[in-house]
Structures are given as C-alpha cells and as structure tokens.
C-alpha cells in the first residue's frame, strides 16, 4: 500500500534542493534552480503515466489524456519560491496532483476527460516586477509589455527567457479555448493559522483577496555626511522613510487592508554620504478591490508631497495588479465532499495570499484546497505541511476527479 503522503514528502525535500545557498529555498524563474526542478517534476510526471511539455511561458505540462474531443480539468499551481522561503507554497500544488493522478493510474481508474497538471514558472513576481505569467499567458491576459521588465541585475524579462531556452513570442499562442476547459484546481499551503486552529488538515477557499504591486523611486541629492549643512539637504533616504511610514499608517487604519514594503534598495549606500537615491516597492492587499485600489492611489497623492517638501523627484508606478476572485460555488461544493470523503471536515476560508487561480478565473471556474500549515508560518524557512496531512490532500484530489460529471448529491 504507497504512502502517498511520504512520497510527496520525498519529492518535495528533492525539489527543496533545488535552490540556491542559504537558509530555506531560493527559487526564482528562469534560473539553474528552476532548471534543476523542472528536471524533478519531469521525472515524476513521466513515473505518473504523463506526456510532458515545456510551454512557451516556461509552464511545465503533464498531460493524462481523455478519450478523443474530450474536455481537459487543469491543476497545477508555481514552482517558483520567495528568497529563503519555505519547501511547499506552490510547488506543493504541483507534487499533489501530480502524486494523485499516479493513484488513479495505480487503481485503474477510467476518467471521461483528460487532465493538466502545471508548474508554472513564476507567481511570487520576486525577480521582476510581475507576476502569473504562466496563468495569465493560458488566461489569454498576458501582456506583452511585462517582457521589458527587469530585475535587480537589468536583466530584461524577455531575455532571462531567451537565454533559458525559450521562445516569449510564443506566448500569445498558449491561450486555451475555455470551451475546452472544465475547471481549474489549486492545492496550496495554507500560509496562515486557521486550520491549525480549527484541528483540520484541509481546507476549501471561498475567495482569494486582490493585490496591486507599487515601484516609487525616491531620487535627491548625495553629499558629503560631514560637511555638506542639514538645512536644504535632499535626502532620498528621509523622503523614502517617510513613503514607507505612511504605507503602514495606510494598513494600520484601514480596515480589510494589507500594506507592506517588502523591498528597499539605497544608493550610494555608505556610511558617510547622503543618500542619493532609493528604490522601494509597496504592496496593498484586500478582498475589495476599491479599499485596496484607494490605498494605492492615497499613496502616490502622500509621495507627491513629500517630493514637494523636501525638494525630491518621485517617480511611482503601479506595476502589477489582480483582482480579488471568488472560487466556483459548485466546483468548490465538489471539493469539499471530496474532501470529506477522504476524512477530512474540510472548512470554507478566505486565502489571503494570492494565487495562479486568480489568473485563471479568468479562463474557468477555479477552486482551491488548503492544507494546514504549521505555525501558520510561511515564506519562511520553517513552512511545513505534514506528510499525514498531503495524504489526505491526494485522496481528496483523486475522488474529486473521479467525481466530476457525477452527481454527488447536494454536499452539505
Ligand atoms: O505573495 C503571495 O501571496 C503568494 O505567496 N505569491
Ligand atoms: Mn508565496
Ligand atoms: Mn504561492
């Protein structure tokens, strides 16, 4: 009898591996890492009966095939990590399924469609200024423009993808027909606390909160630290502090509002000048789109004083944005039966984080598992699911497949 708990396990500490030096793992797109885990995936889709592809957005593709004209059900979720994050948020909903479909493969079990498992490229928008381009690219709400973005080094999107292997002009063609698609399924670490709270091991997402991504670049004068006179200094550093002490004030008093700098760069950097420049991002993050889509706004009116107070240029740019999306009633009904099926209560919550699936939405009715997450802790190190818990993730996942086009009753 497979664990199949143990074997998701085994595969996601080989998939950990692939990282960069350093504590957890780093995994950013179009890198030796990301290399080195579509090699794993590889394997593990091949060893689970599937025919695998490398799209033109970077997704990996395993395909189970369907009986001729048959309708496809896509699951799948990211194979890319924050710096130093934890061993499972996205790659987890790559291992699952794929883990699931070699289950039915194993029981001989007949499905009246063919299935997708992804492993897109790059959701966490670490490296460049975007995100979900996999999803967004199957969406058919890819931009193209987003393949002039950089990262810190100046690498252009558009050549890390290049020089990676692939063909970005490709991109446009990898739009699915939603005629052919009959859902898609995210199965991902809870990344917070409730299910460990509640003493459940899995959990159904009743909708996924949006998200808007800022660039502001804070630019004044350097000068020596000794000698030049703090009276008419420009100090790009001050006017930044201030930018990033209203993003918390914003988050603070807002309610329903997540609001983080997450990234600040300084130049020159030293000791003994005043600083020049500083490059930070802001991220706002809510299930109503106007809260959040007003915070940013609030934010550019504030960085626009400051630049006038203190003498500062102050170019801010809304970089990335996605909508907050409710997952499928009926599709998420499903899975919670299926997931109860398999022993777990399986309660409704919201995700905070944010996902492939809210790209897809756009495509198709979307859902999205829980698994209880340790501490509720992730991007981090620390991140963990248990091997019991990923079980129970991959009975659910394959009585969910087995079940579509069946009646299950009315799930309560
Ligand atoms: O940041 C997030 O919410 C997700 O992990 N990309
Ligand atoms: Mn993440
Ligand atoms: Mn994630």
Known sequence: MTDWGQRAAALLNDLAACSEPGPGVTRLPFTPEHRAALDVLRAAMENAGLTVTLDAACTLVGRREGPAGCKTFLLGSHQDSVREGGAYDGIMGVVLPILALEKLRE???????????????DEEGVRFPTALIGSRALAGTFDPSVLDMRD???TALRDAMTSFGLDPAGIGALRRDPGDVLGFLETHIEQGPHLEREGEALGVVTAICGIERHQIIVTGETGHAGTLPMMGRRDALVGAAAIVSEVDRLGQQTADLRATVGALTVEPNVVNAVPR???????FRSPDDNIRSKAGNAL???????ATQRSLTIDAARTYAQPAQPCNQDLSRRLSWAAKQAGAGCPALPSGATHDASAMADLCPIAMLFVRCRNGVSHKPEEFASSEDMALAISALSTFLKSIGQDVGSPG
């Open 107 to 121: 029981e001989g079990a007949e499905l009246p469609f063919a299935v997708d498992v992804l492993a897109f490229a």
């Open 152 to 154: 810190d080094q100046g």
């Open 277 to 283: 420049a500083v490059r930070l991002t802001a991220e």
């Open 300 to 306: 550019h009116d504030f960085a626009r004083q400051v």
